[in-house]
Every structure is written in structure tokens, then in C-alpha cells.
């Protein structure tokens, strides 16, 4: 599609959920989600992998509860290091099992000390005597695949068809050396999965949520002009020279030349940016974890090859991240207040254009699980946007 076929279609991608009577629904043309919280467009895709938490926050011998997409999980590590993932309900009574204690190779339930080893296998019921006839074995509680990568553990999430025979690995982080620094910083976040990722590729609100004089203020403010293109799931801003009212940009560039930034948008929840200076790089990942139906995590990941000259860099850049993170976190916390209202949304304009392609990629990929078909991405081809900021 050329671009004035594709403008033609950005005024409106998807009718509206339900029949509104709303002042903010008068000019329907721009409405395309319903926000209410018995929709189901922000849930979680299935067949993904998450990140449930960092690795360092369960060790060796130890087990933590974590709420993933609404499921119940309890990860815990064995005394190998090797981490699992289970359902965090026993299937006895319903207790948390994250209440009970885990030697390192079995789970115990604190109401009736049932055990299950780290496969959500059942081993022991300590109440039932030798000839009672039941077979504790062929208890189980769901076991999730989880995996570590980057820092994180990882669960996969499966869908109605359950776990692939050829499971994918998680998504690595896409380094670009052997050599490099890493930090990781996760923020609570208030907010509904969509919206919270409506966020998180949003190209407009940095002037106005990051303002600072290390970021950009509306003084700033001035015409841009990005390409985008189609990933097999996502899309991406290619490659362009960094912005030159975003003081961050120009530390990178100090190391090596003038910098080049190329940024990425994946399903289900991830996005990338790439900072480049001839040799030198930064990358940092974002992840909208959702958790519920209305509070998700910000996960963020950051590694570079760059800034050996500045001294205290990881220290340096954990502040700078948590500052901008916590800028973020406290606008959806305001945003959520006139989300109760179940307002529908408008987006409009090419500063919207990749939140609508967002709304309809994920749409797509449900109609292609379901049907089995190929996904119709709603991007199809090199398309050049406009806005200011």
C-alpha cells in the first residue's frame, strides 16, 4: 500500500467493542478501543514467553510467588540451580503452595504437607496409610516451561493447544559484542497490558512526561520524519541518525561519531532501541510484563559497549533509568484514574499510527492462531511517518 492508501485507512482500524454513549465518543471515526474491563483486547497473548522476575530474586533451595498473566505461579530453584515453574495452588485444598517450604528438590503444603517434586509431580501425601490405595503419583499441579536468559527467568505461556513438541527458546537479548555491561531495573505499573504498551511505542509524550534537561522539553519540540517496516512479528523505526534534542543520545556518540538509533516493537510485549557510534553500542529492552487485568510491570534491560571513559557509568545509568522509568509509572498511574471511567480511546494521525498498528497486528495474530492461517500483518511495507515532538 502506498502512503496516501495507508493514510486513507489510519483514521480508523477497528470498530469500537460496544455501543457507546459517551461525550468522547461523538467523533467515531477515531475510536478503536474499547477500554472497559470486561473486554478482552487487553489480555495477554498465549504461546509467548514472559519474564516472571529476575534471577536474582529466587536462589538456589528457595521459591517465590508470582502472579504472570493472571496465572498463579511459584518458581523455585533446585539445588543444581535449575529453576521451575508451577502452579501455585495445591490441588488438595487450594492453599498457595509458596506458603509451604521447598528443601531444594519438593514443594510441602502448609495445610496438610502434600509434596510435589519441581515437575508439579505429587510424592508424598504424609495422611493417607500404607494400604490406602491411592497412588500420590498420579497427583499433579501444572507445570509451566521456564527458563533463564539475560537475567531473568522466563515461563512460558501456553494456549488452548498447550506446549508445543518444538518449543521456542526465549528471545535473547541482541547484543551486538562478547564484551558488555548490563543493568536491570523493574518498576510496578498501573495500568491495563494494552495500554500500558500503547505507552511503551507511544513517539509523542517525551517532551511532556520526560521532561528534563538530560531529555527533551517543549522547547525542543520540532518536526520529525521516521520510516517504519514490517517484522515478521512487529515493526520496526529503521535505522536513522539519533535525534539531536535528546542530550542521552549524544553520550553514545561521544565514543565514536555521530550516532545512529534503530528501534524495534515485538509481540507480545517488547520493545527494543539500538544506539550505535561506529564500534560503540547501547541497547536497552522494555517489557510491559502483565501480572493482572490492571496492574503490569515495567521490565527494563539495558547492556552497552560504550562510555568506558565515565566513570560510575552502571551507576549513573541505574539512576537515569529509574528517574525516567518512575516518569512513566506515575503518568499511567494519573491515566488509570480516567480509565475507570471505561472511556473508549482515540488514536489518530501518524504519532498514533504505530499504537494502531499495534491494536491490529495483535488482532491479527489471534485470527491466525485461531484459524491456523497465515497473519495478516497490517503493515505492509516501508512506510514513512510525521510528527512533532
Known sequence: MNDAGWRADCVAVLAPAAVFDYPEAHNRSHIIMDTSSNGTQSQPLTGFWYAALLSSDVRAGQMKSQTLAGLPLVICRDRQGRVAALRDICPHRAMPLSFGCFDGERIECSYHGWQFDTTGRCR?????????????????????????????????????????????????????????????????????????????????????????????????????????????????????????????????????GAPSVTIDFLLPNIRIETIQSGSQWFLSRAMITPISDTQCRMDFCAAWDCLRWLPFSKTLLRLFGRAFLNQDTSVMARQAIGLRHN????????????????VKLKAAYLAAQQSGGALDHPLKGPVTLRWRT
Open 124 to 256: 508424598e501425601i504424609p495422611a493417607l496409610v500404607v494400604d490406602s490405595g491411592v497412588q500420590p503419583e498420579k497427583i499433579s499441579v501444572t507445570a509451566y516451561p521456564a527458563k533463564e536468559r539475560d537475567g531473568y527467568v522466563w515461563v512460558y505461556v501456553p494456549g488452548k493447544e498447550g506446549v508445543p513438541a518444538a518449543l521456542p527458546e526465549p528471545a535473547a537479548l541482541p547484543v551486538l559484542s562478547e564484551s558488555y555491561r548490563t543493568l536491570h531495573i523493574s518498576v510496578p505499573l498501573t495500568s491495563t497490558l494494552d495500554n500500558g504498551l500503547l505507552g511503551l511505542i507511544d513517539p509523542a509524550h517525551g517532551p511532556f512526561v520526560h521532561r528534563s534537561p538530560w531529555w527533551r522539553s517543549r522547547a525542543t519540540i520540532r518536526e520529525k520524519s521516521k520510516t517504519y517496516e514490517p517484522l515478521p512479528l512487529g515493526f520496526r523505526m529503521v535505522s536513522h541518525p539519533a535525534s539531536s534534542n535528546s542530550s542521552v543520545y549524544k553520550l553514545v556518540g561521544l565514543s565514536g
Open 343 to 358: 472511556p473508549p480511546l482515540m488514536l489518530l494521525g501518524d504519532p498514533d499510527a504505530p499504537a494502531k498498528w499495534y
